[in-house]
């Protein structure tokens, strides 16, 4: 059959199922009908009049769930649009992401939040859950309409790009996560400690003479919402979490009963601030690429469950503005297409985690996070799923980004794990143009 031709019923066969953070050992198959998952499991299935496509022993996992990207729509699509970013998100295997409200003008009020589903729908390659600004114009001073936005479909809020340096009204937001149920996701970065930094505060930004930012900048803010989440008893997450004291303190306060989840990105469990050396741009990124031992941190905190999620932090920006001197370039790198194969080559190929549990952290962990459909396969879900070949290399090459952006750190490098296909619903949504 052509994987291209994708009927309202179908059966994929020859795969290796990879649910719940386990591989299994045999092959498998999923059946999908009308978009949704009729049947799944080890062994063979064959229904007559059904066509069967040959997954040629593929794995195949629920779609991955990113809980942090950055879509530029509205006001800066010359970086990133929603429907780019989606096909981007696709081509990574993923099938669901939270977008943050940093957009221009932020995402602040309900009628924003619609406008992001809407446009999401007109893509129609991810599903695209809006977060909604903390503060009006995230600037820090008054809250916003949180009922409203949660009514429009708003998962969670959060500052993101800008921390809440008002403690009270990170407390207030903090008691309206309480009673809508949903989370605050905290930037954790004290300005008045980071200053004009541009990379981690270490070694490396003596030697290159460039400002750099303290891990306490992050570390005392970390440690001030997880006590304010334990005045209020709101859901606090932390993002982007990249310090081993911040890890050290989100250890202890799950230890304590505090409601906090903390995510970690793929650059922050790789690469350190040695990378900075060559003043290139495409390793600056806020929080900062820090030492070995906080990379160390943040892979024990993904392996004993104190970091919930892998999350990529996708923050797209112009060739022109990546091409600027260190000190000049905007933070940020973009992620969604490399994430699977960073995690294998880094991770599982390091034998630091096994695939299930990468699988499980990009998957079922992370649609927790948000309470999230999605992040499971079984009968009567929604047919998002992913192929992929955990064993394949593959360079990354500039000319086949799917992302508007290609400020990525990975580019020329050869990685392990490549993504063959994505399906949301049961629609093809992404195929490598070498899987047939």
Same mark, same amino acid.
């Given at each position: 059959?052509?994987?291209?031709?994708? =009927?309202?019923?179908?059966?994929?066969?020859?795969?290796? &199922?990879?649910?719940?953070?386990?591989?299994?050992?045999?092959?498998?198959?999923?059946?999908?009908?009308?978009?949704?998952?009729?049947?799944? !499991?080890?062994?063979?299935?064959?229904?007559?009049?059904?066509?069967?496509?040959?997954?040629?022993?593929?794995?195949?996992?629920?779609?991955?769930?990113?809980?942090?990207?950055?879509?530029?729509?509205?006001?800066?699509?010359?970086?990133?649009?929603?429907?780019?970013?989606?096909?981007?998100?696709?081509?990574?295997?993923?099938?669901?992401?939270?977008?943050?409200?940093?957009?221009?003008?932020?995402?602040?009020?309900?009628?924003?939040? @619609?406008?992001?589903?809407?446009?999401?729908?007109?893509?129609?390659?991810?599903?695209?859950? =809006? @977060?909604?600004?903390?503060?009006?114009?995230?600037?820090?001073?008054?809250?916003?309409?949180?009922?409203?936005?949660?009514?429009?479909?708003?998962?969670?809020?959060?500052?993101?790009?800008?921390?809440?340096?008002?403690?009270?009204?990170?407390?207030?937001?903090?008691?309206?996560?309480?009673?809508?149920?949903?989370?605050? @996701?905290?930037?954790?970065?004290?300005?008045?400690?980071?200053?004009?930094?541009?990379?981690?505060?270490?070694?490396?930004?003596?030697?290159?003479? &460039?400002?750099?930012?303290?891990?306490?900048?992050?570390?005392?803010?970390?440690?001030?919402?997880?006590?304010?989440?334990?005045?209020?008893?709101?859901?606090?997450?932390?993002?982007?979490?990249?310090?081993?004291?911040?890890?050290? @303190?989100?250890?202890?306060?799950?230890?304590?009963?505090?409601?906090?989840?903390?995510?970690?990105?793929?650059?922050?469990?790789? &690469?350190?601030?040695?990378?900075?050396?060559?003043?290139?741009?495409?390793?600056?990124?806020?929080?900062?690429?820090?030492?070995?031992?906080?990379?160390?941190?943040?892979?024990?905190?993904?392996?004993?469950?104190?970091?919930?999620?892998?999350?990529?932090?996708?923050?797209?920006?112009?060739?022109?503005?990546?091409?600027?001197?260190?000190?000049?370039?905007?933070?940020?790198?973009?992620?969604?297409?490399?994430?699977?194969?960073? !995690?294998?080559?880094?991770?599982?190929?390091?034998?630091?985690?096994?695939?299930?549990?990468?699988?499980?952290?990009?998957?079922?962990?992370?649609?927790?996070?948000?309470?999230?459909?999605?992040?499971? &396969?079984?009968?009567?879900?929604?047919?998002?799923?992913?192929?992929?070949?955990?064993?394949?290399?593959?360079?990354?090459?500039?000319?086949?980004?799917?992302?508007?952006?290609?400020?990525?750190?990975?580019?020329?490098?050869?990685?392990?794990?490549?993504?063959?296909?994505?399906?949301?619903? !049961?629609?093809?949504?992404?195929?490598?143009?070498?899987?047939?």
């Amino acid at each position: 059959m052509d994987w291209k031709s994708i =009927p309202q019923e179908y059966l994929v066969t020859n795969v290796k &199922l990879c649910l719940g953070g386990k591989l299994s050992a045999k092959t498998g198959y999923l059946h999908v009908k009308d978009g949704k998952v009729k049947a799944i !499991g080890d062994g063979e299935l064959s229904v007559e009049n059904v066509p069967t496509f040959d997954g040629n022993g593929a794995v195949l996992s629920p779609g991955f769930i990113d809980v942090h990207v950055h879509f530029r729509e509205p006001g800066r699509e010359e970086k990133e649009s929603i429907h780019t970013g989606s096909r981007a998100a696709a081509a990574g295997g993923f099938t669901s992401v939270v977008t943050m409200p940093n957009t221009l003008p932020p995402v602040d009020s309900a009628p924003m939040i @619609t406008y992001q589903f809407d446009r999401a729908r007109e893509s129609g390659l991810c599903r695209v859950f =809006p @977060t909604g600004a903390i503060s009006k114009n995230q600037d820090g001073e008054s809250l916003t309409e949180f009922g409203d936005m949660v009514a429009a479909g708003a998962v969670g809020f959060t500052d993101d790009g800008t921390p809440v340096m008002n403690g009270s009204l990170m407390k207030y937001a903090l008691q309206y996560s309480k009673m809508l149920g949903i989370p605050v @996701t905290c930037h954790a970065e004290d300005t008045s400690l980071a200053g004009s930094g541009v990379m981690h505060a270490g070694s490396w930004s003596a030697k290159l003479g &460039l400002p750099g930012i303290p891990r306490v900048a992050e570390d005392s803010m970390i440690y001030r919402d997880c006590e304010l989440a334990r005045a209020t008893g709101g859901h606090l997450h932390v993002a982007h979490i990249s310090t081993k004291g911040a890890v050290d @303190t989100v250890r202890r306060a799950k230890a304590d009963g505090i409601n906090v989840t903390a995510e970690a990105t793929p650059h922050h469990f790789t &690469l350190n601030h040695s990378h900075c050396q060559t003043f290139s741009p495409m390793f600056k990124m806020n929080p900062p690429l820090r030492e070995e031992p906080d990379v160390e941190a943040v892979i024990a905190g993904l392996c004993d469950g104190t970091i919930d999620c892998i999350a990529t932090d996708h923050a797209p920006h112009t060739v022109m503005e990546k091409e600027l001197m260190f000190d000049q370039a905007p933070f940020g790198i973009i992620g969604l297409e490399t994430a699977l194969a960073v !995690g294998i080559t880094s991770l599982v190929k390091a034998g630091k985690l096994d695939l299930g549990k990468l699988v499980y952290l990009m998957t079922e962990a992370a649609a927790k996070i948000y309470n999230l459909p999605g992040g499971k &396969l079984e009968e009567g879900t929604d047919a998002d799923f992913v192929l992929f070949d955990p064993e394949q290399q593959w360079t990354v090459l500039v000319d086949e980004v799917q992302s508007r952006s290609r400020n990525s750190p990975w580019l020329g490098e050869k990685l392990t794990g490549r993504v063959k296909a994505t399906f949301m619903g !049961g629609r093809n949504t992404w195929l490598d143009k070498d899987f047939s």
